[in-house]
């Protein structure tokens, strides 16, 4: 049975930075896309970044240059570090993996950033 876990959101100034990470169990990392969404106060889920096996990334155009996503396939984990945070960054943010063979998805329980002065 697959499961997500998330850590590392937190409340942040703006321009602070912070670090989130997401550990897998029950995958093969080589067939699966990680990546993160993010669900802001009364909005959508949406697209923050992807990461392939090849290490092929994607970006959201609202934090590209800011927000790195980087995953480690023996420890199964993705990260994404996120600095010069803005109010709009906050947001619940959810670990995403998709199986690139059947496109079967699992989603992390979700983890709150807040970015407030």
């Known amino acids: 049975q697959v499961q997500l876990v998330e850590s590392g959101g937190g409340l942040v100034q703006p321009g602070g930075s912070l670090r989130l990470s997401c550990a897998a169990s029950g995958i093969v990392p080589s067939t699966y896309i990680m990546g993160w969404y993010r669900q802001p106060p009364g909005m959508q889920r949406e697209l923050v970044a992807t990461i392939a096996f090849t290490r092929a990334t994607n970006y959201a155009d609202s934090v590209k240059g800011r927000f790195t996503i980087d995953r480690d396939n023996a420890k199964k984990t993705v990260s994404l570090q996120m600095t010069s945070l803005k109010l709009e960054d906050t947001a619940v943010y959810y670990c995403?993996?998709?199986?690139?063979?059947?496109?079967?998805?699992?989603w992390g329980q979700g983890t709150q950033v807040t970015v407030s002065t």
């Open positions: 995403h993996f998709r199986n690139r063979y059947t496109n079967v998805e699992h």
